[in-house]
C-alpha cells in the first residue's frame, strides 16, 4: 500500500504542538455524561446531575457517538489527529446509518440537504449533478458551475494526503429518494417539488437561488440517487467560527478583473493587511491555494476559521464542489498567492516534493484511498492524471521563486 508507506514516512509524523485545555474546542470531563436535547439544531449539553460512571465502568466518553468524539478531538493545530481511529467509523456511519430525517439547508446558491441520523448525527448531503467525464464546459463562468458530489469526497481525501486536514469527513452514499428524503422530509417547501418523471423517476429540486427547477431536477433511477455526506461541525452555537473574505477572491463579474489580476506587487500590501501582517496566516491561504489548483476550484472566495483559537488556527476548507471539473486545463491563476508572495511552508514543500516521486505519486495515493469509498471510482482517470500535472506546475512556481 502507497497510502500507508505514504503515512508511515517521516514528514508525515511530524509532531504537532503539546495540545493544552485552551487549545481544545471543547473542554470535557471524560468521566462525565453528556445528554443530547433536541432543538431547531440538534446540541448535546452537559449533564452534571448523571452517575460520572456508567454501571459498565467504562466512562462517558467511550458511549459518546462518533461524530460527538470527532467534535470533541478539534484543536487549535488540526481538525482530526494524523491517526484517526475515529475516523473509518465515521466514515462508516455517514455511508451507513439510518437517515431519519431530510431537510433543505438554507443558503448557498444550490441545493443541498441536511441528513439527520438516529444519534443525532448530522451530515451534509450534495446530491449527484453531473457524470464523472462530465468536463465543466469551457464557456461557463466559475460562479455558474456546477458543485460536484465526487468533488466533495475527493477533496478530503487530497486534503488529508497533503496532511494539511481541514476539510471534515466525507463519504459517498446511494440514497433512495422516496424512503429517505420524500417519505421523511418535515421540509414543506421541499416536499412540493418532488415529481415523477416522464421516464418513471422519482426527482426533486427543492429552492435555491441556482438550478433549482424542473430543468435542473434531480432524478434518481428511478429513485437511486447518489451523493456525497460530509459530516457537520459543531453547530456554531457552541463553537462560533468566523468568516474570512480571501484577498485573493475573484470579483465575481463577467467582465471586471480582481485587484490582485492587475497589480503584480500585490502581495505586499496584503502582508501589511491583518491578519497577514503576523502569524501564519499566509502560509495557510497558500497550502488552501496549492489544494484548490490541484482540483481546479476557482471558486474559493471565503474562509472560515474557529473564534476561540484567534488567529493562531488552521483555516477550515469548506465546500469543495467546484473542484475537479475539468482535467484538461490548469487555471494557473488559483496560483497567484503562491506565484506573488514566493512564501510556502517548508513542510508543505517537502511532502510536495515527495508526493511528485514514484513510490509516493500523489495519483498513486489518492486512488488508493478513493478506492475504498462506497462510490469508487470516484473520479475518472483523466483528472487522476491532472493532478501529477498539477503538481509538477506548482514545483515549478516553487523553484522559479527560489530562482529569484
Known amino acids: 500500500s502507497k497510502l500507508a508507506a505514504l503515512f508511515e514516512h517521516p514528514l508525515y509524523n511530524i509532531p504537532v504542538p503539546e495540545v493544552t485545555e485552551k487549545d481544545k474546542l471543547f473542554i470535557v470531563n471524560p468521566m462525565e455524561k453528556f445528554s443530547l436535547r433536541s432543538s431547531g439544531s440538534d446540541e448535546w449539553v452537559s449533564s452534571s446531575k448523571a452517575e460520572t460512571l456508567l454501571p459498565t465502568g467504562k466512562t462517558a466518553y467511550d458511549t459518546y457517538p462518533t461524530w460527538l468524539k470527532f467534535h470533541i478531538g478539534i484543536n487549535r493545530y488540526e481538525l482530526y489527529p494524523r491517526r484517526d481511529p475515529l475516523l473509518p467509523t465515521l466514515l462508516r456511519d455517514l455511508a451507513t446509518q439510518r437517515i431519519v430525517s431530510s431537510v433543505q439547508k438554507s443558503g448557498g446558491t444550490q441545493l443541498k440537504l441536511i441528513m439527520t441520523f438516529p444519534n443525532y448525527g448530522q451530515a451534509l448531503f450534495k446530491p449527484m449533478k453531473q457524470t464523472r467525464d ?39 452514499r446511494l440514497i433512495n429518494i422516496t424512503k429517505e428524503i420524500r417519505d421523511i422530509t418535515t421540509d414543506k417547501k421541499l416536499a412540493k417539488t418532488f415529481f415523477i418523471s416522464p421516464a418513471g423517476n422519482v426527482c426533486f429540486y427543492g429552492e435555491c437561488s441556482y438550478y433549482c427547477s424542473t430543468e435542473h431536477a434531480l432524478c434518481g433511477k428511478p429513485d437511486g440517487l447518489e ?6 461541525l459543531p453547530d456554531k452555537t457552541l463553537a462560533k467560527r468566523r468568516s474570512w473574505r480571501s484577498p485573493w477572491r475573484r470579483s465575481y463579474h463577467k467582465s471586471k478583473k480582481a485587484e490582485w489580476e492587475l497589480n503584480p506587487n500585490y502581495c505586499s500590501q496584503v502582508r501589511e493587511t491583518p491578519p497577514y501582517d503576523r502569524g501564519h496566516r499566509l502560509l495557510d491561504l497558500i497550502d488552501m491555494t496549492i489544494l484548490d489548483f490541484l482540483m481546479g476550484n476557482m471558486d474559493r472566495h471565503h474562509y472560515e476559521t ?68 462506497p462510490l469508487a471510482p470516484v473520479l475518472a482517470e483523466p483528472h487522476l492524471r491532472a493532478l501529477d500535472r498539477r503538481l509538477g506546475k506548482v514545483l515549478l512556481a516553487v523553484g522559479h521563486c527560489l530562482a529569484r
Do not use: W
Open 134 to 172: 462530465q468536463e465543466t464546459p469551457i464557456d461557463f463562468f466559475y460562479f455558474s458551475d456546477f458543485e460536484r458530489h465526487n468533488a466533495e469526497i475527493a477533496a478530503f481525501h487530497l486534503d488529508r494526503i497533503l496532511d494539511f486536514r481541514r476539510i471534515p469527513p466525507v463519504s459517498g
Open 306 to 373: 474557529f473564534e476561540k483559537f484567534g488567529n493562531d488556527t488552521f483555516l477550515l476548507h469548506l465546500d469543495n464542489g467546484r473542484g475537479f471539473g475539468t482535467h484538461s486545463r490548469d487555471e494557473l491563476s488559483i496560483l497567484a498567492p503562491l506565484q506573488q508572495c514566493c512564501s510556502i511552508k517548508k513542510s508543505t514543500y517537502l511532502r510536495l516534493q515527495l508526493l511528485a516521486t514514484q513510490p509516493y505519486r500523489l495519483s498513486d495515493v489518492l486512488r488508493e484511498a478513493l478506492a475504498a469509498d
Open 227 to 232: 451523493g456525497s455526506m460530509a459530516a457537520l
